[in-house]
């Protein structure tokens, strides 16, 4: 288990050389240090594209299978975990258990701090306990300095109970080495506010994040070309984006789209699948049962 006295020598709490003079800059100079430092986070993520690759690959299959995906982290990186997790059900319509997210303190940490919890390792393997994780599932560790105990805690308990683990640090492999599956590090460098990981590091893990469950949901079927197509109809916004959806790609009228969407239980990927296809409605849930939920390759079944 990780055990570190001092944490100065880690990457992500040196100084920043180019923000020296932070407190004695213009509002416009301190804009400009701000982009100019961001663009580091785009190579970061470039540099990691074969490890980001792998943990696609990974969790897609993984879920395939029936597994779960679950964000593990403390502080900024747990937040930024909830915040994908909490994304997905109306982006691709997934069922609340599919993306999970593990935050040190639970819901309260959301919006008060509770950075001393991130020091329990046994909450971190307790958290993993308490929701019966196995070898079926994925487990994201998410830690900007990679040294949260609460994480580590939680990828041990994972890996003796035989999931699939991804790590995500913005610090070399060098500085802190863990044993996962993949090993995905953002390096961008010390922050402008010197240990401030909500900064460079937060917007890398970001950026790490919505490719990672992004391109899974991609993997699994929920996007054809580059739409949402099992986005969930809950509001008025997400209904017109359905409506235009199907406008776009069946050049229907919004009035035969809104006609489409209805007789399809407000499910785009079905009415885009009795549509093209000219099945029924029960005939399509079953083409997409019969295909995981694949449109591409049911439509495909059906020209044969």
């Known amino acids: 288990m990780i055990n570190i006295d001092s944490r100065g020598h880690l ?21 400009e240090l701000f982009n100019q430092e961001d663009q580091q986070t785009l190579a970061a993520i470039a540099e990691a594209k074969t490890a980001l690759a792998q943990a696609i690959e990974i969790t897609s299959s993984s879920l395939r299978r029936g597994g779960r995906l679950f964000y593990v982290g403390a502080g900024t990186s747990g937040r930024l975990g909830v915040l994908d997790a909490a994304e997905c059900p109306p982006t691709f319509c997934t069922p609340p258990e599919l993306v999970q997210a593990i935050i040190a303190g639970g819901e309260a940490a959301l919006v008060r701090s509770s950075e001393g919890l991130e020091d329990r390792v046994d909450d971190g393997a307790q958290a993993i306990r308490d929701r019966a994780i196995s070898q079926e599932d994925v487990v994201v560790g998410i830690t900007a300095g990679g040294t949260t105990p609460y994480v580590h805690g939680a990828l041990a308990e994972a890996r003796d109970r035989g999931a699939m683990t991804i790590f995500i640090a913005c610090v070399p492999a060098s500085q802190v080495p863990v044993d996962v599956d993949v090993d995905i590090r953002l390096i961008v460098g010390p922050e402008i506010l010197a240990g401030s990981t909500r900064l460079k590091a937060g917007t890398a893990t970001k950026m790490a994040l919505n490719i990672l469950s992004t391109g899974v949901m991609v993997k699994l079927g929920k996007v054809y070309g580059n739409r949402m197509i ?4 809950t509001n008025s916004k997400l209904r017109d984006r359905a409506l235009r959806i199907l406008q776009d790609l069946t ?14 239980g407000k499910r785009v990927k079905l009415a885009l699948l009795m549509h093209w296809g000219g099945v029924s409605q029960e005939q399509g849930e079953e083409l997409l049962t019969n295909h995981r939920g694949n449109l591409r390759t049911a439509l495909q079944t059906l020209e044969r």
Do not use: F, M
Request: proline share 3%.
């Open 230 to 233: 099992d986005v969930a109809v």
């Open 11 to 31: 990457l992500t709490e040196q100084i920043n050389p180019h923000s020296q003079t932070l407190d004695q800059l213009n509002s416009v100079e301190l804009v």
């Open 251 to 264: 050049q229907l009228s919004r009035d035969a789209a809104d006609t489409l969407l209805k007789h399809s």
